[in-house]
């Protein structure tokens, strides 16, 4: 199955120091990339990064996790290299749940597990409620699955968002696309990122910069800041989650996302941390800040490493 994808390339990573493989798949507007360690006929695992972020979040975690997994990190759509969704289209959950089936199918994958960061958690929440028969056992990092809205914020929301779009369709290609040099884009992206490093940073932006004329750009589509005209509320959440039938092992960092959005909704967020522990999930609070797994990824690798080799490598050694 591997060996039928085009685009694929060897590169040598600076971060990893040692060989991964490009990934490049076809789909209507253009290519989802991405990047391929471990064997050929390793238990397949698709990396799901967070938002304005890109595949290379995972080069310091996935040299440590088991080698006899197959490990595929994406950029999603309208981030990294990939590419941007058509005009005058939204990006949204569903959507990108439906890019990661795209690729599945390209892959001709049956069974795999998922991992997702933040954003690509809930992607991969998502996904596994909706295919549950596909999904092996998922990793949420300082993820909740699902990002539930208070029903009565969604109109204002959904509002904003359109809004959003119509000003973002006025403006003009040079305000869409503005110019950097290298290290001006690296200490733009730690103004707004101030729990990353910059070791950190210039990791993303190797797949987070591209050259044009007179400097450097950013390569994700600006659409991304739009507000997400798609939402589900808590009790939406909870029937989702419902539906997961994989292992799941979610990896909490005390420093993470609920200090950085105070405003999301608390009460629906520690519902559906109760549910997992209900459901004999594993819930893990780890020292550090959102992005803990790739600046200390030696606090997350064997609690994800166990995981997989208990419930997934174990279990398919006895088949």
Not at 20 to 33: A, D, M, N, Q, Y
Not at 202 to 215: A, C, D, N, P, T
Request: glycine share 8%; hydrophobic share 40%; with cysteine.
């Amino acid at each position: 199955m591997w060996q039928a994808l085009k685009g694929v390339r060897h590169l040598h990573s600076s971060v990893m120091k040692q060989t991964v493989s490009e990934l490049s798949i076809p789909v209507p507007w253009g290519h989802i990339r991405g990047k391929v360690w471990g064997p050929e006929h390793g238990r397949p695992v698709l990396c799901l990064h967070g938002w304005a972020d890109n595949c290379g979040t995972f080069d310091t975690l996935i040299p440590l996790l088991p080698k006899e997994c197959r490990y595929v990190a994406l950029d999603l759509s309208g981030h990294g290299l990939s590419s941007h969704r058509h005009p005058g289209v939204f990006y949204s959950f569903p959507a990108y749940v439906m890019d990661v089936r795209r690729v599945v199918d390209a892959l001709q994958l049956k069974h795999f597990s998922l991992i997702g960061h933040s954003m690509g958690g809930n992607i991969a929440g998502m996904f596994s409620a909706l295919h549950p028969e596909m999904v092996d056992a998922v990793v949420l990092l300082d993820s909740y699955g699902f990002l539930p809205t208070d029903l009565k914020e969604i109109c204002t929301v959904m509002r904003q968002g359109m809004d959003q779009m119509c000003e973002f369709e006025k403006q003009t290609a040079e305000k869409k696309r503005r110019v950097y040099t290298y290290e001006n884009a690296v200490a733009r992206m730690l103004v707004a990122n101030p729990t990353l490093s910059e070791r950190s940073v210039r990791i993303i932006l190797e797949r987070g910069l591209v050259q044009v004329e007179g400097g450097m750009a950013f390569t994700r589509d600006f659409r991304i800041n739009l507000k997400n005209i798609v939402r589900i509320t808590g009790e939406q959440s909870l029937e989702l989650q419902s539906r997961i039938k994989a292992p799941l092992l979610m990896v909490l960092a005390k420093g993470g996302l609920r200090e950085m959005y105070p405003g999301l909704d608390e009460e629906s967020m520690s519902v559906l941390v109760q549910n997992y522990k209900d459901r004999k999930h594993t819930v893990v609070t780890v020292p550090g800040d959102h992005h803990v797994h790739l600046e200390q990824p030696e606090v997350v690798a064997p609690l994800v490493s166990d995981f997989l080799q208990t419930r997934v490598l174990t279990q398919t050694s006895k088949m």
